[in-house]
């Protein structure tokens, strides 16, 4: 008799699971979809096959670190599912009745799932079979996930929905978005001097995200000078506020009116981002980029900005006997190669540093590692070395490689730290 009831459990939460409506999506998804199969043997009394099911959830949870939790694990999932509610949730709309029970409904069934009695199906095997964690999940399915309305609302209208919930900078590749798993973590307290161009991208940035109409930015100026760890920097700053970034290479331009299309539909705020950015004489891109900056039919979204960077302030490569060609209208050509830089409404240069300056980077970045005493509270951590050292070791260190920058400046201070750890003198 009980285990006929044991059967008739493990056959209703399998039902429930393929029912999936609104949050279909989650059954396709690994640890779900392992839990969907596992359940199904149970349903259907396959010892062999739930004990292969079994193990395989199990691998799963430990290999995301999650073995302590199926409830986490599984609501990880939930919460990066898009679907018709989620969006609706994002754009801060509010779903119709049907579709709110429906996805209720699903968030009843999952979460029935993800607790189910784990020691009961265990049974006489419980020495052979693994065991996981069942630690509730965290905010905002903490409670019962179908009573977690309001919660999800304030959750999806923060984060968005989908996969960028989980992450905040991605890569444009054939048109497709990648998430990038590990960005590069620089925030603006990281980088020294530049404080007036910074500002001004701060200002534009907080504009953007406060509703106000913002402009594109170009970053343009010599090597080494910060201009992509700015934009960078500024995704960190501010991703918590609903602000994601995809970079896009400029030879997959011709794709941007297809990526800011599918942006416009979203409820976040994106940043695209192009780095080194130049075009040579009849390169199809410059047109590209000139229609979605200005000019095209379609307008840019108002959830979208571009942001550049450049070692050229016109963008476009142009050559002696360009200025000396037999062209007619000569004017009219100089004017084409103006006319894309001119879009953007800030440019930002950012020049090399002079002598001064980039003793002033160097002591900021040394203090910042306690290698000499800062303004603030003094540090006990790391060894210290007597600044004009330091100064004369930085500049020799600039001199070898041609340029004071403050990527140098950076350079030095990591190759200064490992050297004064193991005693040896600059």
């Not at 918590?240 to 941007?256: T, V």
């Not at 297809?258 to 130049?278: H, M, N």
């Not at 330091?390 to 730290?417: K, M």
Request: proline residues 5%.
């Amino acid at each position: 008799m009980q285990e006929k009831q044991h059967t008739e459990y493990f056959t209703q939460l399998y039902r429930e699971l393929l029912a999936l409506s609104v949050y279909r999506g989650v059954g396709n998804q690994p640890v779900t979809g392992a839990l969907l199969e596992l359940l199904g043997r149970a349903a259907h009394g396959d010892a062999d096959g739930l004990y292969d099911r079994w193990g395989h959830l199990c691998a799963l949870l430990a290999e995301n670190d999650v073995l302590d939790s199926l409830p986490a694990a599984v609501a990880a999932e939930v919460l990066e599912d898009e679907n018709a509610y989620t969006s609706a949730l994002a754009a801060g709309r509010r779903p119709s009745a049907a579709l709110e029970s429906a996805a209720l409904r699903d968030l009843g069934a999952l979460y029935r799932a993800a607790f189910f009695d784990r020691d009961g199906l265990r049974g006489e095997a419980a020495g052979i079979l693994p065991r996981w964690g069942t630690a509730a999940a965290p905010a905002p399915l903490d409670c019962p996930w179908q009573e977690c309305g309001p919660a999800l609302a304030a959750y999806h209208r923060r984060r968005g929905c989908g996969c960028f919930t989980r992450h905040y900078a991605f890569l444009w590749r054939e048109g497709q978005m990648l998430p990038v798993e590990h960005p590069d973590p620089i925030r603006l307290s990281n980088l020294k001097g530049y404080a007036y161009q910074r500002g001004i991208a701060v200002d534009n940035t907080r504009a953007f995200l406060d509703g106000f109409e913002a402009n594109n930015m170009l970053l343009y100026g010599d090597r080494g000078t910060g201009k992509s760890s700015t934009v960078k920097a500024l995704l960190n700053e501010y991703a918590g506020n609903g602000l994601r970034m995809i970079e896009m290479p400029k030879e997959f331009l011709r794709q941007l009116p297809d990526l800011t299309g599918r942006l416009a539909k979203l409820p976040l705020k994106f940043i695209v981002f192009i780095d080194d950015l130049s075009f040579s004489d009849g390169d199809d891109n410059f047109a590209a980029l000139k229609a979605v900056l200005e000019g095209g039919l379609a307008s840019r979204p108002d959830n979208v900005v571009i942001y550049a960077t450049s070692n050229r302030r016109h963008l476009l490569r142009e050559t002696f006997s360009d200025r000396s060609g037999d062209e007619v209208h000569h004017a009219d050509t100089v004017q084409e190669a103006v006319s894309l830089s001119d879009r953007f409404g800030i440019s930002l240069t950012f020049l090399m540093p002079d002598k001064q300056r980039f003793r002033d980077i160097v002591e900021q970045i040394a203090a910042d590692k306690g290698l000499i005493a800062g303004p603030g509270p003094a540090t006990n951590h790391g060894p210290v070395i007597d600044r004009q050292a330091l100064l004369a070791a930085a500049e020799r260190w600039a001199l070898e490689r041609g340029a004071r920058s403050p990527r140098y400046a950076r350079q030095f201070i990591a190759d200064a730290q490992a050297r004064l750890s193991r005693g040896e003198t600059l």
